[in-house]
């Protein structure tokens, strides 16, 4: 197992020098870059170390800074499937899609710790992605943009899901490839792409939705061909569908995991609004949480402009996957993980790319703004805490007429899934991600 293992480590650092040798001057700019953030979050994690141990603690292990909020659960998932045996069943599991834990446990086999995995498939997925954001940036947007357009979204304010044991990194390495691959008109290589990326994120279906809109925009005679491509592109996440039925009995399961967890269902989009907005700036919640919802308002506007932009271009495929995107997030009961999609929406960072080129200003007046608020949420990610928001989440909901169904009926929907509380070797139940 040991020869096995080394043979393997032995032939994937010679595909990593063989690849190395085919990048442009570009595709490098964009890895240092990857590299150098990449640096200064590693440095930002020995004061953070101290910041968050109390005075009768010692400062926190490096690695225990990364094993929070969703990192924790994707792991768990990874090892112990979605619905193990006895007291280990978690409702709100199934919202997270298959794709990350299976990446994860496979390079668990030669990095024998979970923790350390996951960081190794963001870091790697991470340098895939930033190197095909610049080739999108430089070759179908503007000349000289792919730099800037990596940098942007390297240090926007939450850049630090791309390097922790997140599904982000690895989802936006696959969606950006198949943009790359449809804008070469690999049309079942682009397909192919975005239903891996589908069984990464939900998110992955609006790429499905873009790419199919490229086809009808641009594949002439080749259209049903390329349609095609779709079929086994997206028979993985097919598959997870069947197997939460045969589980729970529901064929609505991930949609109800979701209810559980984070309250997300479809709500009139002014009453979202009207939510977030009081959760932001009604004093609802700690200053702390306050400022989170304030940041998923401005992250809203800014991809309900982005949408507006490219449809103005007429850039209809990518104001298609932008769209729904926002759309999607912007009619839930309110704003929860907007700027974490924003990380996923390449044609944001593309387009900001051209118009700080073209005006120097704008790009200097984001990086004055986004660097601070970059690393106060890295920070806070990395303290593990936040408290206040699930406690008072049902309260808030009730004053502003927005509560839906309580946690034990929407357990009960899961006919088969058993809804005891699982707890970890901790003895803990793992925490759910907060909004952000």
């Known amino acids: 197992m040991s020869l096995n293992c080394q043979a393997t480590k032995t032939a994937l650092i010679a595909r990593l020098v063989r690849l190395a040798n085919n990048l442009s001057p570009a595709d490098r700019a964009a890895l240092g870059i990857w590299l150098a953030t990449r ?10 170390a101290f910041m968050f141990a109390t005075s009768a603690q010692s400062p926190r292990s490096w690695l225990a800074l990364w094993q929070n909020w969703d990192a924790r659960i994707l792991i768990d998932i ?17 919202a997270f899609f298959p794709g990350f834990p299976i990446v994860l446990a496979s390079v668990h086999i030669l990095v024998r710790q979970w923790t350390v995995s996951g960081l190794v498939v963001s ?3 991470g340098a895939v992605a930033v190197v095909a954001l610049s080739r999108i940036a430089e070759g179908y947007y503007l000349a000289g943009a792919g730099r800037k357009a990596v940098l942007y979204l390297v240090v926007s304010p939450a850049a630090v899901f791309l390097a922790a044991g997140y599904s982000e990194a690895l989802f936006l390495a696959l969606a ?5 691959a449809s804008m070469r008109s690999r049309w079942a290589l682009a397909a192919l792409l975005a239903g891996l990326a589908s069984v990464v994120r939900i998110n992955g279906l609006f790429l499905c939705a873009a790419i199919a809109v490229e086809i009808l925009r641009r594949a002439d005679r080749k259209r049903m061909r390329a349609f095609a491509a779709f079929i086994p592109a997206l028979v993985p996440l097919a598959c997870f569908e069947i197997y939460l039925w045969l589980n729970t009995g529901n064929w609505l399961a991930w ?22 907005w009081h959760a932001a700036f009604g004093h609802e919640f700690t200053a702390r949480v306050a400022f989170v919802f304030q940041l998923e308002i401005v992250a809203v506007a800014v991809g309900v402009a982005a949408t507006a932009a490219l449809l103005r271009c007429r850039r209809w495929a990518e104001a298609t996957y932008v769209g729904l995107t926002v759309a999607a997030l912007a009619t839930s009961v309110w704003y929860q993980s907007v700027p974490r999609a924003l990380l996923l929406l390449w044609p944001i960072w593309c387009g900001l790319a051209v118009l700080a080129t073209r005006r120097r200003w ?10 601070p608020i970059s690393v106060s949420i890295a920070l806070l990610f990395m303290s593990g805490s936040w408290a206040g928001l699930r406690s008072t989440f049902p309260t808030c909901l009730r004053r502003h007429s927005l509560a839906g169904p309580s ?3 929407m357990q009960g929907r899961c006919r088969r899934q058993r809804p005891a509380g699982r707890t970890g070797r901790s003895g803990r139940r793992p925490a759910v991600s907060p909004a952000m």
Not at 79 to 94: E, K, L, N, V
Not at 176 to 180: D, E, H, K
């Open 39 to 48: 640096a200064a979050l590693a440095a930002l994690t020995w004061p953070a």
């Open 78 to 94: 990874a090892q112990h499937g979605y619905f193990a045996s006895g007291d280990r069943i978690f409702p709100t599991q199934i």
């Open 123 to 125: 870091f790697v997925a």
């Open 176 to 180: 950006t490839t198949s943009w790359l």
């Open 255 to 276: 949609q109800h995991a979701e209810e559980i967890g984070w309250q997300r269902r479809f709500t009139n989009p002014v009453d979202t609004l009207t939510a977030t």
């Open 362 to 371: 704008v790009g200097q007046l984001y990086l004055a703004v986004s660097v």
């Open 407 to 409: 946690r034990p009926a």
